[in-house]
C-alpha cells in the first residue's frame, strides 16, 4: 500500500501507545492480521465486509496449512465485521486494525483519508504500513519542482538523497495548479511532521509560486527559500545550490552538531554525559538534545512516583520509597525532552559514543 505513509491520524498519540504494547509482545510463531479499510459510507462499509470475507477465505486456508486452529482469529473477524457492519465512521474514511486471537491483541484505530483495502497476515506486526508514519523524518526537506516532475529529497552529508518516488501529472491536460495540489498531497505528511524543520524549494520558478500558494499558512512558514533552476538541471548542480542553501541558512547536520556542542561545553552551553544531561533537562534547561543510536542507559525506578534514576540512591528523592532497576531510562529522558519542547537529535558520532557516554544537550541557559 504505498500510499499508507500518507494517513494522518485521528489519534496518533493512542496508536502509538498500542504500536508500543504490540512492540513488547514476545514474538512467536502465531500470526497478527494487519487490516487496512476504507469505510466512508454505507456502501463502502458493504464493500470492506465483502474484502474481509475474501480475504478471510484464503487467510482460513493459509491457517489449516500450517496446522494452526483457526477459530480464535475467526472470533476477531467476526467483530471487526461487526465493528465497520455497526459503525457510522465517527468522522472517520478509513480504518485500522491489528488483530490476533491467539496473541490477546485487538485494537482498532480510526483514520482520515480512505485508501485501497488491504489486508495481510504475518508474525511481525511492525511490518504493518501504518509503522511508517512514525519513522524518524530528516530535519530539512528539499524539493524540486517541474512542469512534468516533482521529487522530494533529505540532505545528508552534503548530498541529496532522494525520499519518494518523483510525482508527475496525473494527466497531461491537468493544470500546472491541479499538479502542484497533487504534488502537495503526496509530500503533506513531511510539513505536518514536526521533524522538518525546513522546507527549501528549486525549479520551475511558476510551480514554485503555485505550490506555495496551495500549502496552509502553517506549512508556508516551513518554507525558507526558493531557488530558480533550468528545466534540465543537473543533479550535481542541484547539490550545489543546496549545499549553498544549507550554509546560508546557518543549518547544522548532525554530525556538525556535536562538534558545535564541543565548542559550547567550554563556553559551559553544553553538556556531555547522561547524568549531567537528565538533571538539566529536569530543570527545563535543554536546547537540543543529542544521543548515538547505541545510548540505552540502564538505571532505577521508582515504583510508586514512577521518578527515575541514572545513579543508584538508597532512596527516591522525591517520595523515599525505595528503588528498582529499569532499562527505560531512555523514554523518560525522551519524554522529558518531548515536555520542555526539546529539539531531539539522533547522530551515529564516535566522540558522542565513547568521550560523550551516549549523549550531549545544548542548553538554553546556565
Given at each position: 500500500?504505498?500510499?499508507?505513509?500518507?494517513?494522518?491520524?485521528?489519534?496518533?498519540?493512542?496508536?502509538l501507545l498500542a504500536l508500543r504494547r504490540l512492540?513488547?509482545?514476545?514474538?512467536?510463531?502465531?500470526?497478527?492480521?494487519?487490516?487496512?479499510?476504507?469505510?466512508?459510507?454505507?456502501?463502502?462499509?458493504?464493500?470492506?465486509?465483502?474484502?474481509?470475507?475474501?480475504?478471510?477465505?484464503?487467510?482460513?486456508?493459509?491457517?489449516?496449512?500450517?496446522?494452526?486452529?483457526?477459530?480464535?482469529?475467526?472470533?476477531?473477524?467476526?467483530?471487526?465485521?461487526?465493528?465497520?457492519?455497526?459503525?457510522?465512521?465517527?468522522?472517520?474514511?478509513?480504518?485500522?486494525?491489528?488483530?490476533?486471537?491467539?496473541?490477546?491483541?485487538?485494537?482498532?484505530?480510526?483514520?482520515?483519508?480512505?485508501?485501497?483495502?488491504?489486508?495481510?497476515?504475518?508474525?511481525?506486526?511492525?511490518?504493518?504500513?501504518?509503522?511508517?508514519?512514525?519513522?524518524?523524518?530528516?530535519?530539512?526537506?528539499?524539493?524540486?519542482?517541474?512542469?512534468?516532475?516533482?521529487?522530494?529529497?533529505?540532505?545528508?552529508?552534503?548530498?541529496?538523497?532522494?525520499?519518494?518516488?518523483?510525482?508527475?501529472?496525473?494527466?497531461?491536460?491537468?493544470?500546472?495548479?491541479?499538479?502542484?495540489?497533487?504534488?502537495?498531497?503526496?509530500?503533506?505528511?513531511?510539513?505536518?511532521?514536526?521533524d522538518v524543520k525546513s522546507v527549501f524549494l528549486?525549479?520551475?520558478?511558476?510551480?514554485?509560486?503555485?505550490?506555495?500558494?496551495?500549502?496552509?499558512?502553517?506549512?508556508?512558514?516551513?518554507?525558507?527559500?526558493?531557488?530558480?533552476?533550468?528545466?534540465?538541471?543537473?543533479?550535481?548542480?542541484?547539490?550545489?545550490?543546496?549545499?549553498?542553501?544549507?550554509?546560508?541558512?546557518?543549518?547544522?547536520?548532525?554530525?556538525?552538531?556535536?562538534?558545535?556542542?564541543?565548542?559550547?561545553?567550554?563556553?559551559?552551553?553544553?553538556?556531555?554525559?547522561?547524568?549531567?544531561?537528565?538533571?538539566?533537562?529536569?530543570?527545563?534547561?535543554?536546547?537540543?538534545?543529542?544521543?548515538?543510536?547505541?545510548?540505552?542507559?540502564?538505571?532505577?525506578?521508582?515504583?510508586?512516583?514512577?521518578?527515575?534514576?541514572?545513579?543508584?540512591?538508597?532512596?527516591?528523592?522525591?517520595?523515599?520509597?525505595?528503588?528498582?532497576?529499569?532499562?527505560?531510562?531512555?523514554?523518560?529522558?525522551?519524554?522529558?525532552?518531548?515536555?520542555?519542547?526539546?529539539?531531539?537529535?539522533?547522530?551515529?558520532?564516535?566522540?558522542?559514543?565513547?568521550?560523550?557516554?551516549?549523549?550531549?544537550?545544548?542548553?538554553?541557559?546556565?
Open positions: 500500500m504505498a500510499v499508507s505513509k500518507n494517513i494522518p491520524l485521528i489519534e496518533k498519540d493512542r496508536l512492540n513488547m509482545i514476545v514474538p512467536n510463531s502465531l500470526p497478527i492480521i494487519s487490516l487496512y479499510l476504507t469505510i466512508n459510507g454505507v456502501d463502502n462499509n458493504i464493500e470492506a465486509i465483502n474484502f474481509i470475507d475474501r480475504e478471510w477465505k484464503e487467510l482460513k486456508k493459509e491457517l489449516e496449512k500450517k496446522d494452526i486452529n483457526f477459530k480464535p482469529m475467526a472470533e476477531d473477524i467476526k467483530r471487526i465485521k461487526e465493528f465497520i457492519e455497526f459503525s457510522r465512521g465517527d468522522g472517520a474514511k478509513g480504518l485500522a486494525a491489528y488483530i490476533s486471537g491467539y496473541r490477546d491483541i485487538y485494537l482498532t484505530y480510526p483514520i482520515d483519508n480512505g485508501f485501497t483495502n488491504k489486508l495481510s497476515m504475518g508474525l511481525d506486526f511492525d511490518r504493518a504500513p501504518l509503522i511508517q508514519l512514525f519513522a524518524e523524518q530528516p530535519k530539512e526537506i528539499f524539493i524540486t519542482l517541474y512542469p512534468d516532475r516533482a521529487k522530494l529529497y533529505s540532505y545528508n552529508d552534503g548530498k541529496l538523497i532522494e525520499k519518494e518516488p518523483p510525482v508527475v501529472p496525473e494527466d497531461p491536460k491537468q493544470s500546472l495548479k491541479e499538479y502542484m495540489r497533487t504534488v502537495k498531497d503526496e509530500y503533506w505528511p513531511y510539513f505536518r511532521s514536526d528549486l525549479g520551475h520558478e511558476d510551480a514554485m509560486k503555485l505550490f506555495k500558494g496551495v500549502l496552509a499558512k502553517t506549512a508556508v512558514q516551513k518554507v525558507k527559500d526558493m531557488v530558480k533552476l533550468p528545466l534540465r538541471a543537473t543533479m550535481a548542480r542541484i547539490n550545489k545550490e543546496a549545499k549553498r542553501l544549507i550554509s546560508e541558512h546557518n543549518v547544522l547536520q548532525p554530525q556538525q552538531k556535536v562538534e558545535h556542542a564541543k565548542a559550547m561545553s567550554k563556553r559551559h552551553m553544553a553538556i556531555f554525559g547522561p547524568v549531567a544531561v537528565f538533571k538539566a533537562l529536569r530543570e527545563g534547561k535543554v536546547r537540543e538534545l543529542l544521543f548515538d543510536p547505541s545510548f540505552h542507559p540502564a538505571g532505577y525506578i521508582c515504583e510508586r512516583c514512577n521518578l527515575h534514576e541514572l545513579r543508584k540512591l538508597d532512596n527516591c528523592s522525591w517520595c523515599a520509597n525505595s528503588l528498582t532497576p529499569t532499562t527505560r531510562v531512555k523514554s523518560s529522558m525522551l519524554k522529558l525532552a518531548s515536555e520542555y519542547e526539546v529539539l531531539v537529535t539522533k547522530v551515529a558520532n564516535q566522540y558522542l559514543r565513547t568521550e560523550g557516554k551516549g549523549i550531549a544537550a545544548i542548553l538554553r541557559f546556565t
